[in-house]
């Protein structure tokens, strides 16, 4: 069974209106099969994420990230201390351990999940699979100290022009505790949401899928019903895209970088209007239930 750091990525979950239908996307998308006897994905026969029905249409239909821990309720308690408040208090999930849901102090929502029989994820890093979680806040100060203070995150302040960005662009890469921060230890980090984007739009996390090719995933998400709400650019760390499930989840999506895809100067602003598949200005509203349409404002570490 795999063991994962105090406050590092352990989990994905989508909350879905129809089961079924998430099912039937995600498998065309990622080519990921299902076990009939409990709510998650597996690519290659290995844990990779959880698809359950949405119980109460007052809830988001998104993916929610889920943070390990050793102890949900000692984590709880110091959420609270540290100034972020607990949704859902610790409950247990039979053979799936103890899981609970809380926010940091912009409003970014989060699991945390006490390992029961299993542990998580058996696959990452790969195509069809976890591989980056973005924060998005306007609580910069508040949130970089939450997290350093309730799970030791070690943050590393992206420099603009290493990313080709201008001099406000504000980015910080985590990495867990005890590890050496940097590339080769990142799992996330905090992107700051500016003026450029609607007042309404609330702190979030981004969920990031590894795949084989950007443009291809987008082009089969939106013959499946699903929509591309920012349309694939390159990185120095890989060719991105954001999307919307055929019911409304956000994620994002990485291909590496090849020869292809390499990045090109651009004078591109790092925070810009939603756009749709033909990179014309969308008049997309921003809704609270879901995740945000923007383009990430800043790539993920490099993929390990």
């Given at each position: 069974?795999?063991?994962?750091?105090e406050?590092?990525?352990?989990?994905?979950e989508?909350?879905?209106?129809?089961?079924?239908?998430g099912k039937?996307f995600y498998g065309?998308?990622?080519?990921?099969?299902?076990?009939?006897?409990?709510?998650?994905?597996r690519?290659?026969?290995?844990?990779?994420?959880?698809?359950i029905?949405?119980?109460d249409?007052?809830?988001?239909?998104?993916w929610?990230?889920?943070?390990a821990?050793?102890?949900?309720?000692?984590?709880?308690?110091?959420?609270?201390?540290?100034?972020?408040?607990?949704?859902?208090?610790?409950?247990?999930?039979?053979?799936?351990?103890?899981?609970?849901?809380?926010?940091?102090?912009?409003g970014?929502?989060?699991?945390?999940?006490?390992?029961g029989?299993?542990?998580?994820?058996?696959?990452?890093?790969?195509?069809?699979?976890?591989?980056?979680?973005?924060?998005?806040?306007?609580?910069?100060?508040a949130?970089?100290?939450?997290?350093?203070?309730?799970?030791g995150?070690?943050?590393?302040?992206?420099?603009?022009?290493?990313?080709?960005?201008?001099?406000?662009?504000d980015?910080r890469?985590?990495?867990?505790?005890?590890?050496?921060?940097?590339?080769?230890t990142s799992?996330?980090?905090?992107?700051?949401?500016?003026?450029?984007?609607?007042?309404?739009?609330p702190g979030?996390?981004?969920?990031?899928?590894?795949?084989?090719?950007?443009?291809?995933t987008?082009?089969t998400a939106t013959?499946?019903?699903?929509?591309?709400?920012?349309?694939?650019?390159?990185?120095?760390?890989?060719?991105?895209?954001?999307?919307?499930?055929?019911?409304?989840?956000?994620?994002?999506?990485?291909a590496?970088?090849?020869?292809?895809?390499?990045?090109?100067?651009?004078?591109?602003p790092?925070d810009?209007?939603v756009?749709?598949?033909?990179?014309?200005?969308?008049?997309?509203?921003?809704?609270e239930?879901?995740?945000?349409?923007?383009k990430?404002?800043a790539p993920?570490?490099?993929m390990?």
């Amino acid at each position: 069974m795999a063991v994962f750091t105090e406050g590092t990525p352990c989990w994905v979950e989508a909350q879905l209106p129809d089961l079924e239908a998430g099912k039937r996307f995600y498998g065309e998308l990622f080519g990921w099969t299902f076990d009939p006897d409990r709510d998650e994905a597996r690519k290659d026969g290995r844990r990779v994420a959880g698809l359950i029905p949405k119980r109460d249409g007052r809830m988001p239909t998104t993916w929610t990230i889920y943070l390990a821990t050793r102890d949900a309720g000692t984590l709880a308690a110091r959420i609270k201390a540290a100034g972020g408040q607990m949704i859902m208090d610790p409950y247990p999930v039979g053979p799936f351990g103890i899981l609970a849901l809380a926010a940091d102090p912009g409003g970014a929502v989060f699991g945390l999940r006490q390992a029961g029989d299993d542990d998580g994820f058996e696959r990452t890093m790969l195509p069809g699979s976890f591989c980056w979680m973005e924060v998005y806040t306007r609580e910069r100060d508040a949130v970089d100290t939450f997290y350093a203070s309730v799970f030791g995150y070690l943050g590393t302040q992206v420099e603009p022009d290493e990313e080709g960005r201008e001099g406000d662009f504000d980015y910080r890469v985590w990495s867990p505790p005890g590890s050496r921060p940097g590339d080769d230890t990142s799992f996330g980090g905090r992107a700051v949401l500016t003026e450029a984007f609607p007042a309404e739009l609330p702190g979030h996390i981004l969920v990031y899928f590894a795949v084989d090719d950007c443009d291809e995933t987008c082009a089969t998400a939106t013959a499946l019903g699903g929509r591309v709400t920012n349309p694939p650019f390159d990185t120095p760390h890989g060719r991105i895209a954001v999307l919307r499930d055929n019911q409304g989840a956000r994620f994002a999506v990485l291909a590496e970088p090849t020869e292809e895809t390499a990045p090109r100067p651009t004078d591109e602003p790092a925070d810009e209007p939603v756009r749709d598949a033909s990179g014309a200005p969308s008049d997309e509203t921003p809704d609270e239930s879901t995740e945000s349409p923007e383009k990430p404002s800043a790539p993920p570490g490099e993929m390990r």
